[in-house]
């Protein structure tokens, strides 16, 4: 397995931008899919967006997708989230994920590594 630590997250208000970043250690970084989930209280975990090994296919959740950036460095074993005009409904913890296999995928299940989560909370 891979352990990943993010940062980045924080307060903001409606309408500002945050850049989370989660740094890798363990297994071949640079071999696997990477994911961004969040959640938000009483509600369950969801997919936000995903990245290929090699950066070339990207998948975003309709919710984020034209506001909300993924992008990966494996010289620095760090996957990046993008979040601009962030909306309150975006409030969360964020985790992101290393995937199990080369196939990119919006389901839990197919991530076998999770950080800790950073908290990222949009005011209105």
């Known amino acids: 397995q891979v352990q990943l630590v993010e940062s980045g997250g924080g307060l903001v208000q409606a309408g500002g931008s945050l850049r989370l970043s989660c740094a890798a250690s363990g297994r071949t970084f640079s071999r696997y899919p990477m994911g961004w989930f969040r959640q938000a209280p009483g509600k369950e975990r969801e997919f936000v967006a995903s990245?290929?090994?090699?950066?070339?296919?990207?998948y975003y959740a309709v919710s984020v997708k034209g506001r909300f950036t993924i992008s990966r460095d494996n010289g620095k074993n760090t996957v990046y989230l993008q979040m601009n005009n962030l909306k309150p409904e975006d409030t969360a913890v964020y985790y992101c994920?290393?995937?199990?296999?080369?196939?990119?995928?919006?389901?839990?299940?197919?991530?076998?590594?999770w950080g800790q989560g950073t908290q990222v909370t949009v005011s209105s």
């Open positions: 994920a290393a995937g199990r296999r080369d196939l990119l995928s919006d389901s839990p299940t197919e991530y076998d590594s």
């Open positions: 990245i290929s090994w090699t950066a070339s296919n990207l």
